[in-house]
Nanobody, 124 residues
Framework: QVQLVESGGGLVQAGGSLRLSCAAS????????LGWFRQAPGKDREFVAA????????YYADSVKGRFTISRDNAKNTVYLQMNSLKPEDTAVYYC?????????????????WGQGTQVTVSS
């Protein structure tokens, strides 16, 4: 089992920044992919970004490319999502997820473990 706990959400004005954190514990593995997803009210969950637990590979949704940066601190077992130039359409609950598969993916159902989510609200 892997436990994931997100933090860092909040209310920010358009154009502002937030950094989300995802602390992982339990049976983490160097093979894992850690991903961020989000779900806005009335909308489907969507992929935001992913990073391999080892190596340098990252993967972003087109909607956040150039504004969001995913990174990790292996010593702290934590993955971060730095969000800059935030827009009202970024408002959503953001979830951290872990996938034990060998290939980095944006497909939500491939992820085995999920955190409880953290709310991000961007005001116009």
């Amino acid at each position: 089992q892997v436990q994931l706990v997100e933090s860092g959400g909040g209310l920010v004005q358009a154009g502002g920044s937030l950094r989300l954190s995802c602390a992982a514990s339990g049976r983490t593995s160097s093979r894992y992919t850690l991903g961020w997803f989000r779900q806005a009210p009335g909308k489907d969950r969507e992929f935001v970004a992913a990073i391999r637990w080892t190596g340098v590979s990252t993967y972003y949704a087109d909607s956040v490319k150039g504004r969001f940066t995913i990174s990790r601190d292996n010593a702290k077992n934590t993955v971060y999502l730095q969000m800059n130039s935030l827009k009202p359409e970024d408002t959503a609950v953001y979830y951290c997820a872990a996938d034990s598969g060998a290939i980095m993916t944006s497909v939500g159902y491939r992820y085995d473990y999920w955190g409880q989510g953290t709310q991000v609200t961007v005001s116009s």
